[in-house]
């Protein structure tokens, strides 16, 4: 228990009489002031937080009511007995009112402020106890050791479920579910023997047909049973995952009760409220509707279940399974289409170099923008022509291919990220054409000096006007072996005999110096930026309807497959649409943010606001970014 007060004998308690807190704040306030001219830590934080106008005027009221209340005893008041009214009548009675106790009336009148205590008045005086009946009298003496439980049943479901012993033909309760009726009565637990339901006994009845009984009962119901002896003492503590698979109840014949299941979707925040039971757990969704929790099945069952599923599924072999050792067979599937690729050499030549000059035309405000180079995203069409784009990125990276499979919860904690640390990544992901790179070049534009692209790296020669560092870090095919065997890639491609690739270094060097880094990546990627290190807050680009896209893109041009741009035709839209869709379906899990790139200026707007709330909003990220691995 906290002691009444504490006071330190060595300090002069601060009289409340002698300074009012305003004065006590101005000189908390200068006080703080010093400390930010010494630049001491948190310093300026707490003096900008002291000197917020809020805080200012709630003291103020604070004031004005200590001043209203001293003085002669008053009666008791109470909000019961509508305290702003006689608050009111009272600084109505006053002679010459300070400009004080006139805000105070003001403040007191406001019609809102009379609205809610008169809420407030009209809740407390009302009695919300149900209506019991009164305790059967012929209760045979060897019964003490039961229970009589009254609830009142309204439109909400019990929250309980029952179990029928098949050997002894008891009736059990199995589970009691958190926050639902049951529950908050306090009165009924898990292992109790429920003996009489309404004054039916209900041994040896099936389960359904007490809940029959149940449906058929009306306003207080009243259940006997005998309390089990030894209730399991809850001590788990709180857990918060992240749905990484879709779950239906009412398709699950393992429920042990589907109504009482809870279905949830990829990508949802469940708060775990119950894990006493190692197959099925209790969770609520986030951010919570009800009180009352639901059904979801455990790590460990969920993971069997997939298996079960996965075995089911024809084989795949896993042919395109990438490393450095099979980058021949990705040239001879570049080699497949060489007849349009040798067409179209001239084309590419002309058109890289306009590529290059259209990157210089973007320098903005002196400093370059890295990283729109068109080679890598060439890279990635090439390779999702040839492997069908889900195929590939899914069974490029075999651990990301089963990590849902292995963890169907990933264990989430509210982060807020800490002004001294470096900035999160910001990773753009959409289908090819749907407008990624528009959005984010026009997002470095809007501010360069905050945010800036990645410096990619190539093992293609430099040109003439070229800079190490700045379009590319140039580097040997040794070097960029090197890397990819220390998985220093994020991504990484071959174009034409050359590799690109984005690299952890790259954008770390981005965020070192203070700024935003803002990346495009491939699904395949996600793995690569949801690290400690780079804690991306990834952004969908989706794309809106075909007819919208008709709309919005009729002056816009699409870059083919050779370099060469041209209008959109509406079999893009369509290819957009449905690669947009196929990447939402298998990747929305890993998704902090959708945007729907309709209209352009309020894509852009929306991204502008996600970026700035990834870093100054708290936000559920993976709990092993946080916690040391130790601890995991
Ligand atoms: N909302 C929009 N309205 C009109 N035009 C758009 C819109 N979004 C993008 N565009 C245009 O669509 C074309 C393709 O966009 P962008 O180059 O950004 O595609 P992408 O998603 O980066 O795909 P890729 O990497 O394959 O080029 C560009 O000409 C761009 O200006």
Redesign the pocket.
């Given at each position: 228990m906290r002691p009444d007060v504490e006071t330190d004998p060595g300090s002069a308690p601060l009289e409340m009489g002698d300074k009012d807190l305003t004065q006590i704040l101005a000189h908390v306030i200068a006080e703080v002031r010093g400390s930010v001219n010494k630049d001491i830590n948190g310093a300026e934080l707490l003096y900008s937080l002291l000197n917020a106008p809020w805080l200012h005027s709630l003291l103020k009221v604070y004031e004005c009511l200590q001043r209203h209340l001293k003085g002669p005893a008053r009666p008791y008041l109470s909000y019961s007995s509508g305290l702003s009214l006689q608050i009111l009548s009272d600084l109505l009675a006053v002679q010459n009112p300070s400009n004080e106790a006139r805000e105070l009336y003001a403040l007191l009148s406001h019609p809102h402020l009379q609205a809610l205590l008169s809420a407030h008045d009209t809740v407390s005086l009302r009695d919300y106890e149900p209506d019991l009946p009164p305790l059967p009298k012929d209760l045979p003496e060897d019964e003490e050791a039961m229970r009589i439980v009254c609830l009142v049943k309204n439109n909400q479901t019990l929250g309980a479920t029952i179990r029928r012993d098949d050997v002894t033909g008891e009736i059990y309760i199995a589970r009691v579910i958190h926050g639902g009726l049951a529950d908050r009565s306090g009165l009924l637990h898990a292992g109790d023997r429920l003996v009489e339901v309404n004054g039916h006994p209900v041994f040896g009845l099936e389960p359904e047909q007490i809940i029959q009984i149940l449906a058929r009962s009306h306003g207080t119901i009243m259940f006997k049973v005998v309390p089990i002896t030894d209730r399991p003492v809850n001590n788990q503590t709180m857990l918060y995952v992240r749905a990484m698979v879709d779950y239906n109840p009412h398709v699950d014949p393992s429920i042990p009760c589907a109504d009482a299941g809870m279905a949830f979707r990829k990508g949802d925040i469940l708060e775990i409220v119950d894990q006493s039971d190692t197959l099925w757990w209790q969770a609520v969704k986030l951010p919570s509707i009800s009180a009352c929790a639901g059904l979801i099945p455990s790590t460990s069952l969920l993971n069997r279940k997939q298996k079960e599923l996965w075995w089911a599924q024809p084989y795949h072999p896993h042919t395109c399974v990438k490393t450095l050792s099979t980058v021949d067979e990705e040239d001879d599937m570049i080699a497949i289409d060489e007849k349009c690729v040798e067409a179209d050499e001239e084309a590419f030549e002309s058109e890289e170099l306009k590529d290059e000059e259209s990157e210089f035309s973007t320098n903005v405000e002196g400093i370059y923008l890295t990283g729109f180079r068109?080679s890598l995203?060439?890279c990635?069409?090439w390779r999702g022509q040839a492997f069908g784009t889900s195929q590939f990125c899914t069974l490029r990276c075999p651990t990301s291919c089963y990590s849902s499979l292995a963890n169907p919860y990933e264990e989430v904690v509210r982060y807020q990220h800490h002004p001294e640390h470096p900035h999160r990544l910001i990773a753009l992901l959409?289908?090819?054409?749907?407008?990624?790179?528009?959005?984010?070049?026009r997002l470095i534009e809007i501010n360069p000096k905050v945010y800036q692209g990645a410096v990619p790296y190539t093992t293609r020669p430099p040109k003439c006007h070229e800079e190490s560092g700045r379009e590319y870090h140039f580097i040997s095919r040794e070097q960029f072996d090197t890397m990819v065997c220390n998985h220093r890639f994020i991504e990484f491609g071959e174009l034409r005999g050359h590799l690109y690739g984005t690299s952890v270094d790259a954008v770390k060097d981005v965020l070192a110096s203070g700024k935003i880094c803002v990346i495009?990546i491939e699904p395949y990627a996600l793995e690569s930026v949801r690290t400690a290190e780079l804690r991306a807050y990834v952004i969908f680009?989706k794309p809106?309807t075909v007819e919208q896209?008709k709309r919005?893109?009729?002056?816009?041009?699409?870059?083919t497959n050779y370099y060469s741009?041209r209008p959109?035709k509406d079999e893009d839209f369509q290819e957009?649409e449905d690669a947009g869709r196929n990447m939402e379906q298998h990747y929305c899990q890993f998704f902090d943010h959708v945007i729907v790139?309709?209209?352009?200026q309020s894509?852009c707007v929306q991204l502008l606001t996600a970026v700035r709330r990834a870093q100054d909003e708290p936000q559920w990220v993976p709990a092993a970014w946080i916690r040391p691995a130790d601890q995991s």
């Open positions: 068109r995203r060439l990635r069409r959409g289908p090819s054409g749907v407008g990624v790179n528009e959005l984010r070049r495009d680009i809106p896209m919005t893109r009729m002056n816009s041009h699409i870059i741009s959109f957009i790139n309709d209209g352009l894509a």
